[in-house]
């Protein structure tokens, strides 16, 4: 993996992100994504959020293990994504 080494402004806003950000150059073109070490969000969850947000997942898993027809591996969403981007082989 290449490393880029970041200037002190960066490292400060970095710091700053409370999630993942997109990384723009000067012109505001996307160059990519990053996800902070020390990513704040999840400690913003409260533990009734968290059980919330648990409790919607195994309901959801649960419609997916009744009709596994409507499921796709993350394989083919992978295929689908690069196809519609233009990048399939």
């Known amino acids: ?3 880029i ?14 999630g993942p950000i997109q990384v723009v ?3 505001g073109r996307m160059i990519g994504y990053c996800t902070p070490m020390r990513s704040r969000a999840a400690k913003n ?3 009734e959020e ?7 997942l195994a309901a ?10 409507k499921c796709k591996t993350l394989k083919e ?4 994504l690069q196809k519609l ?4 082989t």
């Open 77 to 80: 969403i992978m295929a689908n």
């Open 50 to 56: 968290i059980e919330h947000r648990r409790k919607d």
């Open 1 to 3: 993996m290449a490393q």
């Open 60 to 69: 959801a898993r649960e419609e997916f293990r009744k009709h596994p027809e």
């Open 45 to 47: 969850y409260t533990p």
């Open 25 to 27: 150059d000067d012109q």
């Open 85 to 88: 981007s233009g990048e399939a």
């Open 5 to 18: 080494v970041a200037n002190a402004e960066m490292i400060q806003q970095l710091a700053e992100a409370n």
